[in-house]
Structure formats: structure tokens, C-alpha cells
């Protein structure tokens, strides 16, 4: 199933949960290549999709968690797994903090009627960076992953290049900068 129909059939399931557009933005891979930065990264070749939600609007209690699913044995978990086999795009709910759903967004055009807020690429670099390789220590999550997210970065740096996009561009560099100086002689 190509993307914008999972993103139909998704933005039916939170709106059958009782979300709407302001409770939730897709992020990564996927944002980023329906704004056509496409990295290529293995969340576009497995069909995984990252979506930030306001927690509390969810219809069961999450746990002060990073991510959520719905309980088992309930119509929420039905729901899910029904999105998940029907579409074949996995799905990671990931509890919103406040700063997170403050961020920028644009609005992804699916047909006439629906849009899927996706968050704009400069808030989500800045986000993407300052919740993973300022946010872990290489304890917490292992030199691979460090290396994995560096590269994104600078992958998305030379998109911005070939785009021209100049804000983009001045962000992922001072990013870079930033991530070299924390990480030092790992990422040399």
C-alpha cells in the first residue's frame, strides 16, 4: 500500500479515537520524504511510521512513557493491529510533550477534504537531534546508533545542499557542529 492510502486509513483511526489534526504529527523518515527529503533510511524500506500524539486525548491512560500502544484485549488494540496488517506500516505511538507538538508543522495534502499535519523539517531536525544525539548516552543506546543518527543528520545536510535550502542548511550545520563537539573523537 503506497503511503498517502496508510495515511488515509490512519488519520481514520485517530479520528475514530476521537483525535484530531492538532493532536498529532507524523516525524522522520516518512515527514521528511512527503516533504521530498528522502534519506532512504530504513524506516522508508520496513513501512514504519513515527507519529507524536497528545497523550492525554488518547482513549486509555498511558504511563509517563515515550511511547504507547493501546491496552490488549481492548477495541483500541483491535484497531491498531487491524491499521498495521491492513496497510502493512508499522506504527510507533509516541507520547507528545507540550514543546513537541508546539513545533512547526505543514499540512500534507491526502485528498480535497483531509491533510496530515507533518512536522515542517527544520523543527524536526532540531527535534530529531535534541531527543536523540543530545538526549543518550552511549550506554544507553550503543555506539551503532550514534554513528546511525549522525549519519542521518548529515545525509539530510546534503540534501539540504542539493535543495538549496538555505535554512535548512545554516541548521543542520550548526546541528552538526553541535553533535561533533558532544560526541568528539566517537564521530572523528
Do not use: C
Request: no cysteine; aromatic share 10%; hydrophobic share 40%.
Amino acid at each position: 500500500m503506497d503511503i498517502n492510502k496508510a495515511l488515509l486509513k490512519l488519520h481514520s483511526l485517530l479520528e475514530g479515537w476521537g483525535l484530531d489534526e492538532k493532536d498529532y504529527v507524523l516525524v522522520d523518515e516518512f515527514a521528511y520524504f512527503l516533504q521530498d527529503y528522502n534519506l532512504e533510511g530504513p524506516e522508508i524500506k520496513l513501512k514504519h511510521l513515527d507519529l507524536y500524539v497528545v497523550g492525554e486525548k488518547l482513549p486509555w491512560d498511558i504511563k509517563d512513557e515515550r511511547s504507547t500502544i493501546p491496552p490488549n484485549n481492548t477495541p483500541y488494540m483491535r484497531n491498531y493491529e487491524y491499521f498495521m496488517r491492513g496497510t502493512g506500516y508499522s506504527l510507533d505511538l509516541l507520547v507528545a510533550n507540550p514543546t513537541i507538538m508546539g513545533s512547526k508543522k505543514v499540512m500534507y495534502k491526502l485528498t480535497d477534504e483531509i491533510s496530515f499535519p507533518l512536522m515542517e523539517t527544520e523543527a524536526m531536525t532540531q527535534q530529531f537531534v535534541d531527543h536523540t544525539l543530545l538526549h543518550y548516552s552511549l550506554e544507553d543506546v550503543g555506539e551503532h546508533k550514534i554513528k546511525e543518527w549522525f549519519s542521518k543528520l548529515t545525509k539530510l545536510n546534503q540534501l539540504a545542499k542539493d535543495r538549496n535550502d538555505k535554512k535548512l542548511i545554516k541548521l543542520s550545520e550548526e546541528l552538526i557542529l553541535k553533535v561533533q563537539t558532544h560526541w568528539g573523537k566517537l564521530l572523528a
